[in-house]
């Protein structure tokens, strides 16, 4: 199969792009701009370079990895965040319906309001922030679009990559010495980027219809996060400060309590999520 990536030079587009190259499908990987491992420009905010890009590589899956992922920045840079997040997905709609691509895009579990984690994919979806609002409009727009398309909602990703996530950031912190605030109050089940890209790729191969959950098994708060983090590398514990949300001041609202309930995923993408403490092993090298 011919995959073409979206943002190949983010924390999942990186990841997609090592996995494939060893695989039997062919890549297209592309980025914002020409460069890292983007061998072809597409910024999915051009409409006419989506048409020319997807004209000419024909592939037969489309993974769009490329985001405004920054949930405060979405809360001041409105419309950049609803150009990426929702207007340059029904480019991509419309491209995908000419050009017979299946469409495989990326959402969230802040579609939620926290109040009732952890969900299913069934459950209804409320957001809290503006960041939230815009991925729950992409989603609408694919599945109202009548495009074969798969939906992978994930939570708190992390992994290894040049781009600082709450794993790489703690570790990093307690490594210098330096101390670090954690709440206590925001649950999450953190997901390992390379089991991530794993149940994209397994999408991908059975051209998997609808939406999936996808994110770790374990349900931790931040700082509980960062005490396993700490435990596991031999860190000093000391460092790390339990705070409460309130005292954050963040510019977009947190769901406080999400997580998903994996078993639709298991069943049909053969999902096979990486135990916190275990996946904390690429981090050794590093
Ligand atoms: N990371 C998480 O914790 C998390 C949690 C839930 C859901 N998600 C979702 O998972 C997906 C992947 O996230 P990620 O963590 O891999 O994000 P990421 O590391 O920020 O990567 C996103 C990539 O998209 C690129 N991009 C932004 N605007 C673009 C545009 N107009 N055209 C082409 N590329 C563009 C970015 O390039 P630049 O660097 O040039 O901006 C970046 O390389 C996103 O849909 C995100 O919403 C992530």
Redesign the pocket.
Known sequence: MKILI??V?????SKLFELLSTSEHDIIST??TQEGLAATA????NEKQIHQVLEFHKPDVLIN?????DVDLCETEKELCWN?NVK?IGHLIDACKKFNVHLIH????YIFDGTSGPYKESDSPNPISYYGKS?LEGEKIIIESNLNHTIIR????YGVHA?SNIVSYVKKSLENGNPVNLVDDQHRMPTLVDDLANACISAASKKALGVFHISGEQMLNYYEIGSSIADYFSLDTSLINKIKTSELNQKARRPELTGFILDKAKKELNYKPTSFTNSLEVFKKV
């Open positions: 979206t943002g030079n983010g924390l999942l587009g980025g914002r597409l910024d999915i905010t990895t490329a985001a405004i992922a990426t340059a990326i959402s969230t579990d991925k994930t939570i708190l990703v781009k």
